[in-house]
C-alpha cells in the first residue's frame, strides 16, 4: 500500500538531512514519504527511479537511530549486489557522519577485503556493515555469525538487479538465516527490519513479497519518471554497405568521439568487456591522447576506483564500461550516456541512460549506436517503451533446488536442526514458499547420499539425515564445501593478472586466451598495455609496457538474452510498421521510436528487404522457416522469430529431439535472440514445418 508522510518520520532524520545536505545531495523530498514507513519498523520497499536519493533515504533514519549510540555492535547492515556500489556508498557516508561530530564505525566486507581486515571487523564489530549477497552468506556460514546476530535493520540495495535471478533466491535464503540468528538472541526486540531499495520495477507488489518473504510491507512508490534525451544514431546513409573495410566500426568511432568533444563527461556502455577494451583504445588512437579508459568487472578493485576518480575529477573526459557501471554508483556530473548496441532490455536501457543527469531533476541524455540492421531494430523498440516506461515484468524464480541444496549444507555446517524447523526457515523466503514437503526431502535425500542413478554412487555424502529423530547434521568437511561454493555466481575459470615481483593485482584474463598466450606477448586491459613475464598455475605476471601495441583480451560469457515481453513488442512493431506506407512509417520512426533520419530510412529497408526475400516478416504473429542448401549440399533450416534467445535455446533442444526421434536425423543447431540456425547434414530433404513448430503447452 502507498505511504504518506508524517512529521514523526521526517523530523526524526533532520540531524543527518542536514548534515547530509551541507554536503550538497539534494534533499530527498518525494522519498520522505519513506521515513514514517522506516520509524514505524515495519519491512519497507522504496521504489524509485536511478539518481533519485534512495539509498541516502534508507540511511538517514538509521543514522539518526545510531548516532547516539556508538560501539553497541553490528544494528546496520547494507546489502548491494555490486562491490563497486558498496565502496561508493562507504566513500558518500563517511563525509556525512564526520559533519554530524558521530563516532558510528562503517566497515566493508567484500570478496576484495583483506584477511587483516576481516580479522579486525570480529574483534571490533562495526555499527554499519556493508556487504554483498555473497559475503552474507560467508558470514552467515562462519564465525562471522557472532557479529550479525545484533543487527536490527537490514537494507537491501537495488533489489531490482537480483530479484529475478537465482542469486535473488540465494539472497533470500540468507536473509530468512540472519532472521532466525537474530531471534536466537536472549534479549529479543523482533525479527530484523528489512527496507528494500528499487528501481521502478512492475509489479511492485511481488518486489515487496520478494523482500519481506510474503509478510506484510509497505510499499513506497517514489517513481517519479525522470526526463530522457534518447536518440536512435546510425551514422551511414546505407547499412547494407558499410565502407571499403565492410564493417560499420569507422563510422562510428568518430561520432562517438565528436561525443565525448562536445560533453563534459561521458559513460560509453558497451555489452561486453572485449568491446570496452577495444572501444576505449580506439577513441584514444583517433584523439592522438588518451581521453577514454574501460572500466568491467575484470580490473582490479584499485584499476576500476582509480578510473572512476578520473572521471569525476574531470581528468579523463570519458569511461567505456559494461554493466559494472550500471547500477546506483555516483559517477558524479556525467552529462551524456552513449550506449553501443541495443541495451538488451528496457530495465537496462533505463538504468544506463539514468547514470546521466544523476541529480534529481535533471534531464537524462543518451544515444545508442546500433552495430547491425537488426540491432537497429531492438534499438528503436527499446527506446521507444523507455520513453513510454514500459519496463519488462520481474518473474521471481520458484524452488532452485541447487540454491536450497547449497544452503542446507551450511546450516548443517553449524548446528543441527531439525526437518521441521528447517522447513520453516525455507517456507519464509518468498522463492520456497510453496515449497513441498516431499521436495524438501528429495533434496535432503540427494545430500544424505541416497542418488536416483548409480552414476553419482562416486560423489560423498554432504549431510547425515536422522530419519528416526527427524533431524539432520552436516558431515565432516561441510563448512569448507559451502565456502568454497558460495553462492549462484558461476566459475569462469579466469586467471588473476598481477604484476611481476609481488605487485598488486591488475585484473582477470579468460583461461582460453591465458592458454593461447606466450611470456613476452603483450595485451590491453583497462586501455593500459601490459607485457606477460610469466604464467603460473593460477596466475599471469605482467610488467607495464606504455606505448606500445598489445592484443584486446576477449573473455567468454553468454549475454543476458532478450526478454519475451521486448521480443513481443519487436514483432508487433515490424508487422505495424510494414503495413505503413512510407512516409506515415518514416514519420512513427522519428517521432515515436526517436530515430535520426539515417537511422529510420536503414531500418524501413532492413524490413522491406526481409518483406521482399521472404514473403513475410517475423512478428508477434508469424514465424518465418528458411529452407536452403549450403556451399556443401547439405540442407540447412533458419526458423525466424523475435521471442529472444530464452525461447529459442529450449525451443531448438526439442526440435532437435524430435527430428532425431521421428525421421532419424541428427540436428545441428544454433540459436539467437532473432532465431535458430539448424544444420541438417545427413537429411535428403528439409523437414516438414509441423516437425519443426513445437506446442509449448
Known amino acids: 500500500m502507498a505511504v504518506s508522510a508524517s512529521r514523526g518520520g521526517a523530523r526524526a532524520a533532520s540531524g543527518s538531512r542536514a548534515a547530509f545536505g551541507r554536503r550538497g545531495s539534494p534533499r530527498p523530498a518525494r522519498l520522505e514519504q519513506g521515513w514514517p514507513a522506516i520509524a514505524s519498523g515495519k519491512h519497507t520497499l522504496i521504489q524509485a527511479p536511478t539518481g533519485s536519493g534512495k539509498t541516502l533515504a534508507a540511511f538517514l533514519y538509521g543514522i539518526d537511530k545510531l548516532t547516539d549510540s556508538p560501539g553497541e555492535g553490528l544494528r546496520l547492515l547494507y546489502v548491494s549486489p555490486l562491490k563497486a556500489l558498496n565502496y561508493d556508498v562507504e566513500r558518500n557516508l563517511r563525509g556525512p557522519l564526520a559533519g554530524l561530530g558521530s563516532k558510528l564505525n562503517v566497515a566493508v566486507r567484500t570478496g576484495d577485503t583483506s584477511q587483516r581486515d576481516r580479522a579486525a571487523m570480529l574483534r571490533e564489530h562495526p555499527d554499519i556493515l556493508i556487504t554483498t549477497p555473497e559475503s552474507l552468506y560467508l558470514l552467515l556460514t562462519s564465525r562471522g555469525r557472532e557479529m550479525l546476530q545484533s543487527v536490527e535493520t537490514l537494507i537491501l540495495d537495488e533489489v531490482h538487479a537480483v530479484a529475478g535471478t537465482k542469486r535473488g533466491a540465494h539472497l533470500a535464503l540468507s536473509v530468512e538465516r540472519l532472521d532466525r540468528l537474530t531471534m536466537s538472541r536472549d534479549q529479543v526486540p523482533g525479527h530484523v527490519q528489512r527496507v528494500g531499495l528499487s528501481a521502478t520495477q512492475r509489479p511492485m507488489e511481488e518486489i515487496g513479497r520478494f523482500v519481506s518473504g510474503g509478510r506484510p510491507i509497505e510499499l513506497v512508490d517514489a517513481g517519479r519518471a525522470k526526463e530522457l534525451d534518447v536518440k536512435v544514431v546510425v551514422p551511414l546513409d546505407d547499412m547494407r554497405e558499410p565502407g571499403e573495410t565492410g564493417s560499420i566500426w569507422p563510422s562510428i568511432y568518430p561520432e562517438i568521439l565528436e561525443l565525448v568533444k562536445q560533453h563534459r563527461s561521458t559513460i560509453v556502455f558497451v555489452n561486453n568487456r572485449r568491446l570496452a577494451e577495444r572501444l576505449a583504445l580506439r577513441l584514444n588512437d583517433l584523439a592522438e591522447r588518451e581521453i577514454a579508459r574501460a572500466h568491467h568487472g575484470s580490473l582490479a578493485r584499485e584499476q576500476r576506483i582509480e578510473v572512476e576518480e578520473l572521471l569525476k575529477k574531470g581528468e579523463i573526459p570519458c569511461l567505456v564500461a559494461t554493466s559494472s557501471l550500471e547500477l546506483g554508483i555516483d559517477m558524479g556530473a556525467v552529462d551524456l550516456v552513449v550506449q553501443v548496441e541495443s541495451p538488451k532490455s528496457v530495465a537496462r536501457g533505463l538504468q544506463r541512460v539514468g547514470r546521466a543527469g544523476h541529480e534529481l531533476g535533471a534531464v537524462s541524455r543518451g544515444r545508442i549506436f546500433p552495430k547491425f540492421r537488426a540491432d537497429l531494430l531492438e534499438s528503436a523498440v527499446v527506446v521507444e517503451r523507455m520513453q513510454a516506461g514500459a519496463i519488462e515484468e520481474t518473474v521471481i524464480p520458484r524452488n532452485p533446488l541447487d540454491v536450497l541444496a547449497q544452503h542446507v549444507v551450511a546450516i548443517c555446517a553449524d548446528e543441527e536442526i531439525s526437518v521441521d524447523e528447517l522447513h520453516d526457515l525455507v517456507l519464509g523466503a518468498y522463492n520456497f514458499a510453496d515449497l513441498s514437503r516431499v521436495q524438501l526431502e528429495n533434496v535432503l535425500d540427494m545430500l544424505a547420499g541416497r542418488y536416483p542413478s548409480d552414476e553419482f554412487a562416486e560423489l560423498r555424502p554432504r549431510i547425515v539425515w536422522d530419519r528416526t529423530g527427524g533431524v539432520i547434521r552436516g558431515r565432516s568437511g561441510a563448512r569448507q564445501l559451502a565456502v568454497q561454493n558460495a553462492g549462484t555466481i558461476p566459475d569462469r ?82 508487422r505495424e510498421l510494414v503495413a505503413l506506407s512510407e512516409p506515415k512509417a518514416l514519420e512513427r520512426l522519428t517521432k515515436q521510436h526517436s530515430l535520426d533520419e539515417q537511422a529510420a530510412q536503414n531500418l524501413l529497408t532492413f524490413l522491406n528487404d526481409q518483406q521482399k526475400a521472404t514473403g513475410a516478416v517475423p512478428s508477434d504473429r508469424t514465424v518465418v522457416v528458411e529452407r536452403f542448401r549450403d556451399e556443401i549440399g547439405d540442407w540447412r533450416v533458419c526458423i525466424l522469430t523475435p521471442f529472444g ?50 506446442d509449448p503447452t
Open 493 to 574: 575459470g579466469l586467471y588473476g593478472v598481477h604484476l611481476i615481483d609481488g605487485g598488486g593485482r591488475v585484473g582477470e584474463l579468460d583461461e582460453e586466451m591465458v592458454y593461447e598466450a606466450r611470456a613476452g606477448q603483450t595485451f590491453t586491459l583497462g586501455a593500459s598495455t601490459w607485457r606477460i613475464e610469466e604464467i603460473t598455475r593460477d596466475r599471469v605476471l605482467v610488467s607495464p609496457a606504455p606505448g606500445v601495441p598489445g592484443l584486446i583480451p576477449f573473455w567468454k560469457g553468454e549475454g543476458p538474452g532478450r526478454p519475451y515481453e521486448l521480443g513481443e513488442s519487436i514483432g508487433r512493431a515490424s
Open 645 to 694: 534467445a530464452r525461447v529459442h535455446a529450449p525451443w531448438a533442444m526439442a526440435v532437435g529431439i524430435r527430428l532425431r526421434d521421428a525421421l532419424g536425423l541428427e540436428a545441428q543447431s544454433l540459436w539467437s535472440d532473432d532465431g535458430i540456425a539448424i544444420h541438417l547434414p545427413d537429411a535428403d530433404a528439409p523437414p516438414p514445418t509441423e516437425e519443426l513448430i513445437v
